[in-house]
């Protein structure tokens, strides 16, 4: 069974950056797709952005293109996810998963989840 673990979230003022980990128990990600999902109160969860294994296809929510970039580190077992440019309408939970589909809609295994607030 894989274990995710987030870190990195926090309180910010729109315009801002932040810079999550996911952090695995073990060699998963340079085996398995993974990424980063999102969850505001009263909304569903969505796609945010995920990374193939071998980093060749990356995938970007629309409302996200330009400000995040997913990358990882395979020596060290985790996944990255910076945000710049952050606005209110950024504020969620943010979960990692492990796999993940190639469409970013969905993960099998997954996180704790870290909060990310912006205020505005």
């Known amino acids: 069974q894989v274990q995710l673990m987030e870190s990195g979230g926090g309180f910010v003022q729109a315009g801002g950056s932040l810079r999550l980990s996911c952090a695995a128990s073990?060699?998963?990600?340079?085996?398995?797709?993974a990424g980063w999902f999102r969850q505001a109160p009263g909304e569903e969860r969505e796609g945010v952005s995920c990374i193939s294994r071998g980093d060749e296809d990356i995938y970007y929510g629309d409302a996200v293109k330009g400000r995040f970039t997913i990358t990882k580190d395979d020596a060290k077992n985790t996944v990255y996810l910076e945000m710049n440019n952050l606005q209110p309408e950024d504020t969620a939970v943010y979960y990692c998963a492990a796999p993940v589909t190639q469409q970013c809609d969905y993960g099998e295994y997954w996180g704790q989840g870290t909060q990310v607030t912006v205020s505005s």
């Open positions: 073990g060699r998963v990600f340079s085996d398995v797709a």
